[in-house]
């Protein structure tokens, strides 16, 4: 399964932002979590068995609202023979948008990142998003595996979620009371079947891990030696090899080793996001004082050398809230687009080529019309947060916006 990239992850940050702002005057918007191995029809008939229930609610209103929403929800279903590879989600209901009478249908239907688990039927005064918030911290995996000369187990973690890929028993014998030539032979014999035992740890970690798209690491652990001789030696493959980050020491094999791995490793996995973010925008600061460096930033440049396919890698600011507006003169046609800081900001314009008023008849996210130019050029897109110095920095001294490139500029 393909990982959940950062402009995904920002896109669906936006999203739940939105959704959590939804306030209904009652009880009256409905959340529908389906999983992808769930059939439709047995979700339907839930519907219609919820919108029988929903004749009891005492006050019209709400009563109302709510069968409205079922009823939206039944109909959206039948646009799906099947729920998609990661399950659906449904928020539908009835959203004041000032005094009485002002209510509106609002209905989000859409595949979430990462699987859904359970199957939840939630009608509240809120969506709700507690499932789906939890998934904004699945957005890395990482390889583990716990080794000692007896067994090894072989595990991947992704957010919260420990699946177990392979137990593994070596049939190594252990101590023993021969001595003289018998001991010295019993010795080798012993080291052989630890070398095959740990070609064998190698070629399951190959064969499962290898596959994992944007793997970010693997940690390895034991309670002995055998996993620093394991690292040492040729049996991982060396791209794997490469992305081992840290040994720790456990007490415990098997599935409790794999736990302990991960109590051990907590900080070291918070922290490598953190990294990552920081590293990308010190090397956009390391070739900004370059002389010959490959750096711009600001609106205007960063656009201009993505329209000219140059930009290696876009940064943009997960703080930055503006939006692209195409307006339009009334009269003679005439466009021009303008960013406003303010997306609500709506300043009369008048066409500089005949005078006339302007109106509005385009507006975008800014980041979604540099997103939408980066890939077109197949530049790669990082959304930077401003939860480190650097993020803070890329946001205040930079506006946001900047991009390491492919070559130089005049």
């Given at each position: 399964m393909s990982e959940v990239s950062s402009k995904e992850l920002y896109e669906f940050k936006r999203t739940l932002k939105e959704l959590s702002e939804k306030k209904g005057r009652g009880t009256e918007l409905v959340s529908v979590y389906i999983p992808p191995d769930r059939q439709i029809s047995d979700v339907a008939k839930h519907m219609r068995e919820e919108l029988s229930q929903s004749a009891n609610i005492k006050s019209k209103q709400t009563k109302k609202n709510v069968q409205s929403a079922i009823e939206v929800i039944v109909q959206r279903l039948r646009l799906f023979p099947r729920p998609p590879e990661k399950g659906l989600v449904?928020?539908?209901?009835?959203?004041?948008?000032?005094?009485?009478?002002?209510?509106?249908?609002?209905?989000?239907?859409?595949?979430p990142p990462e699987p859904i688990q359970t199957y939840t039927y939630h009608c509240n005064?809120?969506?709700?998003?507690?499932?789906?918030?939890?998934?904004?911290?699945?957005?890395?995996?990482?390889?583990?595996?716990?080794?000692?000369?007896?067994?090894?187990?072989?595990?991947?973690?992704?957010?919260?979620?420990?699946?177990?890929?392979?137990?593994?028993?070596?049939?190594?014998?252990?101590?023993?009371k021969a001595g003289g030539q018998s001991q010295r032979r019993f010795d080798r014999l012993i080291d052989l079947a630890a070398h095959e035992f740990k070609k064998r740890i190698g070629e399951h970690m190959n064969d499962s891990l290898l596959s994992i798209e944007n793997l970010k690491?693997?940690?390895?652990?034991?309670?002995?030696?055998?996993?620093?001789?394991?690292?040492?030696?040729?049996?991982?493959?060396?791209?794997?090899?490469?992305?081992?980050?840290?040994?720790?020491?456990?007490?415990?094999?098997?599935?409790?080793?794999?736990?302990?791995?991960?109590?051990?490793?907590?900080?070291?996995?918070e922290e490598m996001d953190v990294i990552q973010e920081k590293q990308?925008?010190?090397?956009?600061?390391?070739?900004?004082?370059?002389?010959?460096?490959?750096?711009?930033?600001?609106?205007?440049?960063?656009?201009?050398?993505l329209q000219m396919g140059a930009v290696d890698t876009l940064l943009i600011s997960?703080?930055?809230?503006?939006?692209?507006?195409?307006?339009?003169?009334?009269?003679?046609?005439?466009?021009?687009?303008?960013?406003?800081?303010?997306?609500?900001?709506?300043?009369?314009?008048?066409?500089?080529?005949?005078?006339?008023?302007?109106?509005?008849?385009?507006?975008?996210?800014?980041v979604d019309d540099f997103v939408k130019m980066a890939e077109e050029v197949d530049?790669?897109?990082?959304?930077?947060?401003?939860?480190?110095?650097?993020?803070?920095?890329?946001?205040?001294?930079?506006?946001?916006i900047a991009a390491i490139l492919r070559y130089k500029v005049n």
């Amino acid at each position: 399964m393909s990982e959940v990239s950062s402009k995904e992850l920002y896109e669906f940050k936006r999203t739940l932002k939105e959704l959590s702002e939804k306030k209904g005057r009652g009880t009256e918007l409905v959340s529908v979590y389906i999983p992808p191995d769930r059939q439709i029809s047995d979700v339907a008939k839930h519907m219609r068995e919820e919108l029988s229930q929903s004749a009891n609610i005492k006050s019209k209103q709400t009563k109302k609202n709510v069968q409205s929403a079922i009823e939206v929800i039944v109909q959206r279903l039948r646009l799906f023979p099947r729920p998609p590879e990661k399950g659906l989600v449904l928020f539908v209901g009835m959203i004041p948008k000032g005094g009485p009478g002002t209510e509106k249908m609002e209905t989000y239907v859409f595949e979430p990142p990462e699987p859904i688990q359970t199957y939840t039927y939630h009608c509240n005064s809120e969506f709700f998003l507690e499932p789906l918030q939890h998934m904004m911290d699945v957005k890395e995996i990482y390889g583990l595996a716990v080794i000692d000369r007896k067994e090894a187990t072989i595990a991947t973690l992704k957010g919260k979620r420990v699946d177990i890929i392979k137990h593994l028993t070596s049939g190594v014998p252990g101590k023993h009371k021969a001595g003289g030539q018998s001991q010295r032979r019993f010795d080798r014999l012993i080291d052989l079947a630890a070398h095959e035992f740990k070609k064998r740890i190698g070629e399951h970690m190959n064969d499962s891990l290898l596959s994992i798209e944007n793997l970010k690491g693997i940690i390895l652990g034991g309670p002995g030696h055998t996993k620093e001789e394991f690292l040492k030696g040729e049996y991982l493959q060396y791209e794997l090899k490469n992305k081992v980050i840290a040994t720790v020491d456990t007490s415990y094999t098997g599935e409790f080793g794999i736990r302990e791995v991960i109590d051990k490793s907590m900080n070291l996995l918070e922290e490598m996001d953190v990294i990552q973010e920081k590293q990308l925008v010190q090397k956009f600061l390391k070739e900004l004082i370059d002389e010959h460096g490959l750096a711009s930033y600001g609106e205007k440049e960063v656009r201009e050398n993505l329209q000219m396919g140059a930009v290696d890698t876009l940064l943009i600011s997960e703080d930055l809230v503006q939006t692209r507006k195409t307006m339009e003169c009334i009269n003679c046609g005439h466009k021009v687009k303008i960013t406003y800081k303010d997306p609500n900001e709506d300043k009369e314009l008048v066409c500089e080529s005949c005078g006339d008023k302007m109106k509005v008849v385009k507006a975008k996210d800014l980041v979604d019309d540099f997103v939408k130019m980066a890939e077109e050029v197949d530049s790669t897109v990082e959304i930077i947060s401003t939860e480190t110095e650097e993020g803070i920095q890329l946001f205040k001294a930079f506006g946001g916006i900047a991009a390491i490139l492919r070559y130089k500029v005049n």
